[in-house]
């Protein structure tokens, strides 16, 4: 199972970017799909998750300002990050909690992605 970003970039404040997490391999369902990120010296934090129902959470610093969605016939999922402030500068990663054909249950990891909100 291999799950791949895109999308991280420089941006200047205020602007948008939008990421895009596609899931690939022998995978027999998705359940959660999140985003996290990790800013240089600093833990891994949450950002935002969807079921896959179409439920969604987001970290307070966010909300109002990302959205998260998911296209189950892809398995992929975005994160559209609007009015973007130089605090959201980190790697982004995507995760998601799957039931592979093979190996059960696992939770995996994308190789993360940078986004840079500068002037």
């Known amino acids: 199972v291999q799950l791949v970003e895109s999308g991280g970039g420089l941006v200047q404040p205020g602007g948008s970017l939008r990421l895009s997490c596609a899931a690939s391999?022998?995978?027999?369902?998705?359940?959660?799909m999140y985003w996290y990120r990790q800013a240089p010296g600093k833990q891994r934090e949450l950002v935002a998750s969807i079921t896959s129902g179409g439920s969604t959470n987001y970290a307070d610093s966010v909300k109002d300002r990302f959205t998260i969605s998911r296209d189950n016939a892809k398995n992929t999922v975005a994160l559209q990050m609007n009015s973007l402030k130089p605090e959201d500068t980190a790697v982004y990663y995507c995760n998601a909690d799957l039931r592979t054909i093979i190996n059960g249950f696992l939770n995996s990891w994308g190789q993360g992605t940078q986004v840079t909100v500068s002037s």
């Open positions: 391999g022998s995978i027999f369902t998705i359940y959660t």
